[in-house]
């Protein structure tokens, strides 16, 4: 079972991959200038994806348990269902839900306080 801190690091590899390739591709751009505008859209999804990344990780990172961290993780980062968190959890898929549950609404009661 990985621990929160593993997922965080396969999350910043991740994210390495999604910046470098996001350069990469503005790189490309600059040599072709703007006779290639498809390049440069690709660019900009790869950075907002980055940044949406970084987004999730901070509100994971603020939730209450570290269980409702993991889940957020395992299912908002790495796209995982629920029956694939709950077999890496050793939690049924029904106490998965109930935690993302309880994950959210935490979200919606300390929205306003958050650290985004």
Do not use: C
């Not at 490309?28 to 999804?45: K, M, N, T, V, Y």
């Not at 395992?74 to 029956?83: P, S, V």
């Not at 979200?107 to 958050?114: A, F, G, T």
């Amino acid at each position: 079972m990985q621990n929160f801190e593993n997922i965080l690091q396969s999350g910043e590899n991740f994210e390495k991959e999604i910046h470098t390739a996001a350069h990469a591709l503005m790189a490309l751009r600059a040599r072709h200038g703007d006779g290639a505008p498809i390049i440069s859209e690709f660019a900009e999804d790869f950075l907002g994806a980055y940044d949406k990344i970084e987004k999730i990780k901070s509100l994971a990172s603020q939730l209450p348990n570290p269980d409702i961290q993991q889940i957020f993780m395992e299912r908002y980062i790495f796209n995982k269902t629920w029956e694939e968190i709950a077999m890496e959890l050793n939690f049924s898929a029904q106490h998965v839900h109930r935690l993302h549950g309880q994950g959210l609404s935490w979200l919606k009661e300390n929205w306003e306080e958050l650290e985004i």
